[in-house]
C-alpha cells in the first residue's frame, strides 16, 4: 500500500499568503441538508434516468441522509432491468446502473454478472472515445467492488493506458477524441478517474514513467488553475466552473488512491478549491449541488491532503456583553478537526492603518463545543471595524491523512459597544451677538418636552458628546436632527462631528426660504445611529415655536403633504406629451389642379422640342467618341437619378460622396467628348 | 399662399428659385453660344456647354437638399414638378 502516505505527518504551513479580501467561509451545514430534500425529489418516487438518480442517491449519501427506503423499489426495477440485459443497454446505461447499485444493493452477492464483464471488456477494447473508455473502465472497478468473488483484470491494461494518454495535451487538458480536436479540462478529470481505473485493474504494475507524465500533465493543468481576490480557485470551461472543478477533484481522489507513489499538489491551491465549493453556498440546481458535495467529499477524504476551514459562528463582538470570540476549525463538512493550535496573530483596525490593537494571541480549546476561544480583550479594544488575522498550526502527531491550511485567514470583525451621550444641549442663539438667549440640558434617554422659540434672527444649537468606551471621540455613521411642522412639512438636517463633539447650528435667517416661510409650532426630533452603536437612539427633544417674516408672492410653497406617508412610493400622474401640432395641408385637389398646372409647360416644351427637332446631327460616328458621349449622357442621367435618391432617402454626406465618384467619371468623359467635337469643328473650319 | 396656405413653404420657395435659376443658367449659355455677341467669340460653344452642365448640377444640388422630405409622396409632386429640366 502506500507507505508514504501512511507515515507521513509533516506539518505544511505555506510561505505563500493568500493576500486579498477578507471573507468568512461556513462549512457544510444542517440548511444544505434540508436544501437537499427539495433539490432532489423524484417524480413519482422515481428519477428520470439513472445519471440523476445516481447524482441524487449519492448526494443524499454523503449528507448522511437517509431516502433509501423511499426510493429503493422504483429505482432499483430500473437498475435490475438493465443489469438483467446489458446487451440492450448503452455504455453509460450500464456504467450508471451499476453506480446506483453500489449505494442501494439492489443486486449482490457471489454470482459475478458474466454477461456485464464481457459487455465492458468488450467496450474497453472497442473503445475510440474518451467516453467509452470511462464508462467502460469504471464500469469494470464497480463490478469488482461490488460482486466479491471476481477476478476483473485488464489483460493489456498498458496499451489501454496508452491509447487513453493518447488523447493528452501539452497544457494539460484532455480531448475527447483523436478527431476532435477541441480539449477540456473537464475531459482531463474523466481522464484521471479513467487511467486509476485502469491502474487497479492491471494485473502488474504500470510501467512508472507513465505515471510520471501524467503526474506531469497533471501539473500542467494546474497552471491553468483561475482564482478569485478571496482566495478561491477554480477551474473554469464551458461545462461550468463547478462542473469542470468537480470533474478535476474526483479524478485527483481517483488517481492517488490508486498508484503508488503520492501525489504532491500545492496545498494553497487545495484549500482553494475547497473555498470555492463552500463559497458557492446552496445551488438550487440538482447537478451543481451534486458536484459541490461530491468535491467536498473527495476533498474531505482523500490521499494528498485534506484542507481545514476556519470559521466562526458569529463575527460580532459585544464589548458590553464581554462575551469571547468563538473559532471553529474543522473539515469542509465540518467534521473535528485534529489537534492544532490557532493564534490570532493580529486585530488590524479599519480606521488607523496598519497597526495592530492585538499581537500573537494564542486562543484556548474548549473540548466540549470543539471551538476555539478568546476569553477578554485587551484594554485598547475598541469599537469599531477590524480585519482579524489567523494563524493555524497542525500539531505533529501521528495523523493518518495530510491536512492542509490557509497561512493566513482574515476575517472581518465589528465590534460594538455602549457610546456615551454627554454634555446634549440646546440653545437659541442671537445671530450678532451670539449670546444665548436661551439655553436648555438634555437627556437623551428619554423624549424630552423641551419648549423653545426662536424669530428668524437667531439660531438654534445642538451639541453633544459622543465618546465610545475607551474615551475616545466617536463620529456616528447617522446623525439628523428633524424639524417637522404642524402641517406635516419636514425637515432634516446633518449634525457634524468635528474636533471633541458633533454640533449643528441652524441660522433661520439663512433657512427661511428653505423653511417655507412657516411659522408655527416644529417638533424636534434627534437620530444617532452607528453598526457600532448598541444603544442607537431616536429621541423626540421638544419643540421650537418659530417666528418667521410673512411668504413674498414668487416663493415656492410647501409641497403638499400626504396623508398617507406611504403613499409617496405609489405610481406618479402620467405625463401628457405635448406634440407640434401638424401644419394644415390644403385640400387635395387644388393639390392635383396645381399640379396639372405645372405639367402643361413641361408637356409644352416636349411638344415643342420635337416641333424645332432633335439636332443630333453632330452626334460622333465614330466608335471611341461615340461611346465617350453615350457615357456622358448617361453620367448626367445617374447624377439626375442621385439628386432623387437623395431626396427620396439618401443623406447629404452619402450623396457627395457618390456625386465626388460621379464627378470625376464625368470630367473625363465630357472632356474626352467635348475635345472630339471641337477638334471635328476645327476640322471643319480649317477645310 | 392664401389659397395653399404657408405648408411647407420651404419646398415651394425652392422650387421657385429652381425654376428661376435653371432659366438664369439657360440665358447665360444662350448669350455665350450666341455667334452674334462679340464679347464671347473668343469662348468655345463646348466650353459654354460644359460650364453650364457643371453649374446647372451644383445648382439643383443645392436646391434638392433643401426640399423636404416626402411627406407625403402625392402631395410632393406638385413641388417636383416645379423643377423644370432644360
Known amino acids: ?687 | 399662399m392664401a389659397l395653399v396656405g404657408s405648408f411647407s413653404f420651404n419646398s415651394f420657395l425652392f422650387g421657385v428659385l429652381s425654376c428661376t435659376g435653371t432659366a438664369f443658367l439657360a440665358i447665360c449659355l444662350w448669350i455665350q453660344v450666341n455667334k452674334e455677341n462679340k464679347k464671347f467669340k473668343d469662348l468655345a460653344p463646348k466650353r459654354a456647354f460644359a460650364d453650364f452642365v457643371l453649374s446647372n448640377l451644383v445648382f439643383h444640388l443645392v436646391i434638392m437638399n433643401f426640399f423636404d422630405r416626402c411627406p407625403s409622396p402625392i402631395l410632393n409632386v406638385v413641388f417636383m414638378s416645379c423643377k423644370n429640366v432644360v
Not at chain 1, 135 to 157: H, M, P, W
Open chain 1, 1 to 687: 500500500m502506500m507507505a508514504g502516505g501512511l507515515a507521513r505527518f509533516v506539518v505544511l504551513i505555506l510561505a505563500a499568503a493568500i493576500c486579498g479580501a477578507a471573507s468568512v467561509f461556513q462549512p457544510i451545514s444542517d440548511s444544505h441538508r434540508s436544501a437537499a430534500l427539495d433539490v432532489f425529489v423524484p417524480v413519482d418516487g422515481s428519477y428520470k434516468s439513472l445519471e440523476e438518480a445516481y447524482e441524487a442517491l449519492k448526494t443524499l449519501e454523503i449528507l448522511g441522509i437517509d431516502k433509501k427506503s423511499d426510493l429503493s423499489s422504483a429505482t432499483c426495477e430500473n437498475v435490475v432491468k438493465v443489469l438483467a440485459s446489458p446487451s440492450s443497454s448503452t455504455l453509460k446505461d450500464v456504467f450508471y446502473a451499476l453506480s446506483v447499485n453500489g449505494i442501494l444493493k439492489c443486486k449482490s452477492g457471489e454470482d459475478v454478472p458474466k454477461d456485464i464483464v464481457s459487455k465492458l471488456q468488450t467496450g474497453v477494447k472497442d473503445a475510440k472515445l474518451l467516453l467509452d473508455f470511462y464508462y467502460s473502465v469504471r464500469g469494470l472497478v464497480l463490478v469488482k467492488e461490488q460482486f466479491s468473488g471476481t477476478d476483473i483484470s485488464l489483460g493489456d491494461a498498458e496499451t489501454v493506458f496508452r491509447s487513453i494518454k493518447a488523447l493528452s495535451q501539452s497544457d494539460g487538458r484532455w480531448r475527447y477524441s483523436s478527431n476532435n480536436p477541441e480539449s477540456s479540462t473537464f475531459a482531463a478529470g474523466l481522464a484521471f478517474e479513467t487511467l486509476a481505473g485502469v491502474i487497479s485493474l492491471a494485473p502488474s504494475e504500470i510501467d512508472n514513467s507513465l505515471i510520471q507524465t501524467l503526474k506531469t500533465s497533471i501539473t500542467k493543468l494546474f497552471d491553468s488553475i483561475q482564482k478569485y481576490d478571496d482566495g478561491t480557485f477554480y477551474f473554469d470551461e464551458s461545462e461550468g466552473p463547478i462542473s469542470t472543478t468537480a470533474s478535476v477533484i474526483r479524478g485527483l481522489k481517483s488517481f492517488a488512491a490508486s498508484e503508488s507513489t503520492g501525489l504532491n499538489l500545492p496545498g494553497d491551491k487545495i484549500v482553494g478549491l475547497a473555498k470555492f465549493f463552500l463559497g458557492v453556498g446552496i445551488p438550487g440546481d440538482a447537478k451543481d449541488f451534486f458536484n459541490q458535495i461530491d468535491a467536498l467529499a473527495c476533498l474531505e477524504d482523500n490521499r494528498f491532503s485534506v484542507p481545514l476551514i476556519l470559521s466562526l459562528p458569529s463575527t460580532v463582538i459585544s464589548l458590553t456583553k464581554k462575551e469571547p470570540l468563538k473559532v471553529k476549525v474543522s473539515t469542509v463538512f465540518g467534521s473535528k478537526a485534529p489537534a492544532l493550535s490557532v493564534k490570532l496573530a493580529q486585530a488590524l483596525s479599519s480606521g488607523s492603518k496598519g497597526s495592530s490593537v492585538i499581537n500573537n494571541q494564542e486562543l484556548k480549546f474548549d473540548a466540549e463545543s470543539a471551538t476555539y476561544f478568546l476569553e477578554s480583550f485587551p484594554k485598547n479594544f475598541d469599537v469599531g471595524k477590524y480585519t482579524f488575522v489567523f494563524e493555524i498550526l497542525v500539531d505533529e502527531s501521528a495523523n493518518e491523512k495530510v491536512y492542509i491550511t490557509e497561512a493566513q485567514t482574515k476575517v472581518p470583525i465589528s465590534a460594538t459597544g455602549a457610546i456615551t451621550i454627554e454634555n446634549a444641549e440646546i440653545a437659541v442663539l442671537d445671530s450678532d451677538v451670539g449670546s444665548v438667549e436661551s439655553q436648555k440640558k438634555l437627556d437623551l434617554t428619554k423624549d424630552e418636552a423641551v419648549s423653545l422659540s426662536a424669530n428668524h434672527l437667531q439660531k438654534l444649537r445642538l451639541s453633544l458628546q459622543l465618546t465610545t468606551p475607551l474615551g475616545h471621540v466617536f463620529k456616528p455613521h447617522q446623525a439628523f436632527l428633524k424639524l417637522k411642522h404642524e402641517s406635516q412639512v419636514e425637515h432634516i438636517f446633518l449634525v457634524k462631528t468635528s474636533g471633541k463633539k458633533s454640533e449643528l447650528v441652524l441660522d433661520f435667517l439663512g433657512l427661511v426660504e428653505k423653511l417655507y416661510y412657516l411659522s408655527g409650532k416644529y417638533e424636534i426630533q434627534l437620530t444617532i445611529g452607528d453598526a457600532s452603536m448598541e444603544n442607537s437612539l431616536l429621541s423626540n427633544i421638544g419643540h421650537i415655536e418659530l417666528d418667521l417674516p410673512e411668504r413674498p408672492e414668487k416663493a415656492a410653497r410647501p409641497p403638499l403633504q400626504p396623508t398617507d406617508p406611504y403613499s409617496r412610493y405609489v405610481p406618479k400622474a402620467e405625463i401628457s406629451h405635448i406634440f407640434r401640432v401638424p401644419e394644415k395641408l390644403p385640400a387635395k385637389q387644388l393639390s392635383l389642379v396645381f399640379l396639372g398646372l405645372i405639367v402643361l409647360p413641361f408637356i409644352g416644351f416636349l411638344i415643342g422640342l420635337t416641333r424645332l427637332g432633335v439636332n443630333i446631327k453632330s452626334f460622333p460616328s465614330s466608335v471611341g467618341a461615340a461611346t465617350s458621349a453615350l457615357l456622358f449622357h448617361g453620367g448626367i442621367g445617374a447624377v439626375l437619378l442621385l439628386y432623387v435618391l437623395f431626396w427620396v432617402k439618401l443623406d447629404l454626406f452619402t450623396t457627395l460622396k457618390a456625386l465626388s465618384l460621379l464627378g470625376v467619371f464625368l470630367l473625363f468623359v465630357g472632356h474626352r467628348t467635348l475635345s472630339h467635337l471641337a477638334a471635328a469643328s476645327n476640322k471643319l473650319k480649317s477645310a
